[in-house]
């Protein structure tokens, strides 16, 4: 803030009611390299405007995003983000106090809440969906948890093609239970492979996790992987991208039981990574099994339309061996931030979105083709991202981010298969012209 009320004395009594002695205190736990040390570096007897101006100046020699050419996906994508949504999700109805377990929260936002999973539902195939999760990671989690309860055994099969990050949260929640993971490798073509899978389903197997499209972009055989799964009576989950599905067919209709994944791509801004919001979404016969919360629609006394929170499956509300969960809060703001952008957007453009990022990343994969040193050796059959192979490949990232080219992840360290791979993306916001220059650019490191 420019301007900061706090005196010396109200200073010193917060510092004392936290039990320590100066505002260096407070920081002490942060690493040196990112403490400011002494007084900052601003010339004296500057007025307000002078000083703004000097702060300024020095913010704007930090690199930022738009000032790349960037190419850079892996779980969070750089869409475009209409003009009204901002404006609107800024509008003080949606900024309560009130979180969506209470009682007390306003018909709007009630009704809100019921518009986003009204849209997920639409965009899965799927019966329910709840009110929302913190993440990506915290959906597959509670959607292997549901699994488990619901098949009462004790063993959890998972790709490997899932995005790190969503297993080391899937890990981290089951680490406290006796249940097995069992991870199933890719193929040389990147997708998972089935006869692996077919071996490691057994009759303990409650589910079985997938990621489509995958880590590595590509589009999963979602029907062969979950029909395999029925013959084990096991559950099938899918981790989606909802952009994807605006093309894909419907996940409901490829015998999956369970659908999950982030819903920043539906009107978030990359923001650092965050914040943004998990989806659930599922058939009405495990609707109790569901985490957090569900708004339903109803009418009241007088036959007007009214919104309740329909189930509340923790321990707040019900005996706590009975929970679903002991989630406390979701996403709520986030997930009306995507509604809003799903109803800018209507049913033709999300799909115009999705075809465009389709196109481009198919358009840079075969430019890509084009030269002799980069290899391409995992399948086409992707959607919005694709891995591309050079020796050297981090040292490739490297210098292209120095001439303002961000290619995209390096994968050295992911999985043997992956050396020198580099995760690519391309979304709508990309133009032929950056990808021509990216193109001409690595050509010339490559020499």
Known sequence: MPYILNTENDTGEMLRAAGLKSLSDLYSHLPSKIKISGEPNIPSGLSEQETGQFVKGLAEKNKILNSFNSFLGAGVYNHY?????????????????????????????????????S?????????????????????????????????????????????????????????????????????KD?????????EALDDNTACFALQSPSFFGIIEDTE????????????????????????????????????????QVLGGSLSLGGPSFGFLATKNEYLRQMPGRIVGKSVDREGKPAYCLTLQAREQHIKREKATSNICSNQSLNAIQSAIYLSLMGKAGLRDCALYSLNLAHYLYEKLKEIDKVKLNFSRNFF??????????????????????????????????????????????????QIDSFIETLRNILG
């Open 81 to 117: 983000i209409p003009s009204a949504l901002k404006p609107l999700i800024s509008r003080a109805e949606f900024l309560t106090a009130y979180t969506p377990y209470q009682a007390e929260c306003s018909q709007g936002i009630l009704q809100a809440i019921y518009e986003y999973q």
């Open 119 to 187: 849209y997920i539902c639409l965009l899965t195939g799927m019966d329910v969906s709840n009110a929302s999760l913190f993440d990506a990671g915290s959906s597959l989690s509670e959607s292997v948890l549901m699994s488990l309860r619901i098949t009462k055994r004790s063993k959890v099969v998972i790709s490997s093609a899932i995005n790190p990050e969503y297993k080391k949260t899937l890990y981290t929640y089951l680490s406290g239970f006796n249940f097995k993971i069992q991870e199933i490798d890719f193929n």
């Open 190 to 198: 990147g997708a998972t492979d089935i006869d692996l899978l077919r």
């Open 224 to 263: 062969k992987f979950s029909s395999l799964a029925k013959e084990k009576s096991a559950l099938t989950i899918l981790v989606a991208n909802p952009m994807s599905l605006a093309l894909l067919k419907e996940p409901a209709n490829c015998g999956i039981d369970i659908v999950c994944g982030d819903g």
């Open 384 to 433: 919005n991202e694709f891995i591309w192979q050079a020796d050297n490949g981090k040292n490739i990232v490297k210098k292209l981010y120095k001439e303002k080219i961000i290619a995209g992840l390096s994968l050295d360290g992911v999985s043997p298969k992956l050396k020198n791979g580099i995760l690519s993306c391309c979304t709508e916001t990309k133009t032929k012209e």
